[in-house]
C-alpha cells in the first residue's frame, strides 16, 4: 500500500476522469450522465444550470469538472460517511459509491457479516459498520482491500448475469474485460486479477 494516500480531492478527480464525459446511453438506468454524475443526481441536488426552471439533459451537459468533482466530495464521500472509514478504504469504496450508489455499503458490509462480524446490510455507514471495518482493516490491511475489490468485482459479474443488456459493460465486443470488471481490478492486487481464461471462463455462461 502507499506510503502517502491520496486526498479526496485527488480520488474525485480520478473518477471524473475515469467516468469520461457526456453520455447517454438508452442501456444505462441512470439515462443521462456528464463525469459520473447523472440526470436523477442533478434534479434530487436541485442543479438547474440553464436557469430555464427544469432540470433535464442540457443542465447534465452543462456541468463542469470541477462542479462533478465538488458533487462527488459532498455527496458521494462525505454525506455517506465514507470519509469515516479506514483511509485505505477510500479509494475503491467512493468510486465504488460514485458508480453504484449505497450498493457500494452494502457490498462493504456482506463482506464484513461473512467474515464474522453481524451487520445489517442496509447501505448507511453508522456505528457498528465503522467498528467492524476499522477490527478488519487492523487484522488484515491489504487483504480486506483487495477482498472488497474482488467483492466489488463479483457485484458486477451478478448485474451481468441478471440483465443480458448489461453484459456489454462487464465484457467487450473483442470478448476481452469490460469497463465494470477492469475499473474493479484498479482496486485489486495484480495477484487477484483474473487472466484471460479465467475472465473467459467466468462469462462463458452469456455466450
Do not use: C
Not at 452543462?62 to 460517511?81: D, K, M, N
Not at 460514485?98 to 456505528?127: C, E, F, H, W
Amino acid at each position: 500500500m502507499s506510503q502517502f494516500p491520496k486526498t479526496v480531492r485527488q480520488i474525485a478527480e480520478e473518477i471524473v476522469a475515469r467516468e469520461g464525459g457526456y453520455v447517454n446511453d438508452p442501456d444505462d438506468p441512470g439515462g443521462a450522465t456528464n463525469f459520473g454524475v447523472t440526470l436523477g443526481t442533478m434534479q434530487r441536488l436541485g442543479l438547474d444550470l440553464t436557469g430555464d426552471g427544469r432540470i433535464t439533459s442540457a443542465d447534465v451537459r452543462g456541468l463542469s469538472r470541477e462542479q462533478a468533482v465538488q458533487i462527488f466530495i459532498t455527496h458521494y464521500f462525505r454525506r455517506p460517511r465514507i470519509s469515516d472509514l479506514p483511509t485505505a478504504l477510500h479509494p475503491s469504496v467512493f468510486d465504488m459509491y460514485v458508480n453504484a450508489g449505497s450498493n457500494a455499503v452494502k457490498i462493504l458490509q456482506r463482506l464484513l457479516t461473512q467474515m464474522g462480524y453481524r451487520l445489517a446490510d442496509d447501505g448507511a455507514i453508522g456505528p457498528r459498520t465503522l467498528a467492524a471495518a476499522q477490527t478488519a482493516m487492523a487484522r488484515a490491511p491489504e487483504a480486506f482491500v483487495d477482498a472488497y475489490g474482488i467483492a466489488r468485482r463479483n457485484y458486477y459479474f451478478g448485474l451481468a448475469d441478471g440483465r443480458v443488456a448489461s453484459r456489454k459493460y462487464a465484457r467487450r465486443r473483442d470478448g476481452g474485460k469490460g469497463g465494470w470488471i477492469a475499473r474493479a481490478e484498479e482496486f485489486i492486487s495484480p495477484r487477484y486479477h483474473l487472466s484471460d481464461a479465467q475472465f473467459q471462463a467466468r462469462v462463458a455462461q452469456w455466450g
